[in-house]
C-alpha cells in the first residue's frame, strides 16, 4: 500500500457534499498523521505546553457588530439575535455562530442594517437594566428588613411584630404610593427572619468587637447577675476600653444565660471564656465592676478574688475594684434613719390608695383642679431610689391632699396632722425629696465615666 498522502484536490468547500467533505478529512488526516505521531515520540508528553485563550489577548474588533450582529458588554461577546454568550472571541467563531441566525437578518443592508443593529443593542441594554432594577430593589427590601429588625429588638418587642409592620406599610404604601406597593410587599418581616436577622446583627457586632480588640491598649468590665422575666439567672458582661489614640469604646459585651449556679468560680468561668473569646488579654484588664453580693465580693471564693489571683499567676498585677454607684447610694440609705417622715406618708398614701372609692374620688379631683398628677404612687422599700419620686409627688399635691382629708372621716384623718405645714415631719419633706432617683444616678455615673 502506498504510503504517500494522496493530493488534495482544489474544490470550493461551500460546493461539497457531506461524502466529499469526510473524505477530505481522511485525506487531512492522513496527511498530517506521520507528522503528529513523530512530535509525540520526539517530545515527552509532561513537557507539552496547552495553549490557552486568554493567553492569546484577543481583542475585539467593532466592525464585527455590523457584519454578525455582535458586540462585547463586559468582556463577553453577545449574539445580539439569540442573546447568547460567545466564548471565544475568535472571528472564525463568531462567523460560524452567526451563520446558524443569519437567515433572520441576512436580508439587512446599509441603512436598514444599521438601524436594525441599534434596535438589537437597544433591546439588550433594556434587559440587562431590568435585571439590574430587580436587583437593587432585592438590595434595598433586605436593607430595609435589616434596619426594621433592628428597631424590634432595640424596643425589646417581640418578633411577631414583624408581620404587623409590614401589614401597616402595606396600607401605608396603598394610600401614598400606591404604584410601589409591591416595593413594600418585598420586604420579608416574618418571625424567622426577623429571628435571622437580629442573630446576624449580634454577630456583626460580636466581629467588630473582635477586629478593635486587638487596638486596645487598656480595658474595664463591669459585671452584674440578675434574674430575668423568666427566672433564669443572667449575667451581663460590659467593656469598657481605651485604645493610644485615647478613644473610648463602650458596649455590652454579652449577655450570658446561667442555667444551674451562680457561684463566684462560675461567674469567672463565663467572664474568663468571653474574655478568650473577644481575644481581650487579660494583661490589659485595668478595673471590674460588680454589685455587693457574695458571689461577686466573696473574700475567697468570690468573683474578684478569683480573678485577682489568674492574674497574680499571670503577671503579678492586681485590678482595681469597684462598686456600682446605685448600690452605693443603696449602701448609704441603710445607715439612714428617715422612719419619722415615710412613716406618715406611707399612711396617707395606703389610705388613698388601698381603698377603690377613695383612689377614684382623689383622682376625680385632680382632674377637677387640672393638676398634672393622676394620682399618688405607692410607696415600696424594695425600689428604694424611686422614693424621691414619691417624695415629690407628696410634696407637690400637698394642699390638694389636705382638702381630700378634710372631706373624709374624721377618724380616719384624725391620725394625721390638722395642720401639715406646722409638722417637723412635713418640714422633712423638701431635704428628703431631694436624694436622687435611679435615673439621676444613672446620669451622674455617665458623667463621671466621661
Known sequence: MDSRPRPMRNVKYEHLTEGDKNEIMDDILEFTEPFVFSMSISKPSGSKIKRKIADEHRIFQVKWELEYFCCEIKDKIICLICNNTINVPKLYNIKRHYEQHKSKYNNYEGLMREEKLKELKLGVKKQQSMFSKVLQESEAAVHASYVLSELIAKHSKPFTDGDFIKECLMKAGEIVCPGNVKAFQSISLSRNTVAERVTDLAANLSDQIKAKSSSFESFSIACDES??????????????????????FEELLELIPMPGTTTGEDIFTCVFGLLQKYNLPLAKLNSVATDGAPSMTGKNKGFVALLRKKLSEIHGSNIHHMHCIIHQEVLCTKVINMENVLSYIKKVINF???RGLNQRQFTAFLSEL????????????????????????????????????????QDISSSFPKDMSDTDSHKSIPRVKEIPDVEELELIQESLLH
Open 227 to 248: 434574674t430575668d422575666i423568666s427566672g433564669k439567672a443572667q449575667l451581663a458582661v460590659f467593656l469598657r476600653s481605651c485604645d493610644k489614640n485615647f478613644n473610648i
Open 352 to 354: 388613698i390608695r388601698s
Open 370 to 409: 387640672d393638676s398634672e398628677y393622676s394620682g399618688l404612687s405607692y410607696y415600696t422599700e424594695v425600689r428604694w431610689l424611686s422614693c424621691s419620686k414619691i417624695l415629690k409627688q407628696f410634696w407637690d399635691l400637698k394642699e390638694e391632699i389636705c382638702q381630700f382629708l378634710k372631706t373624709k372621716n
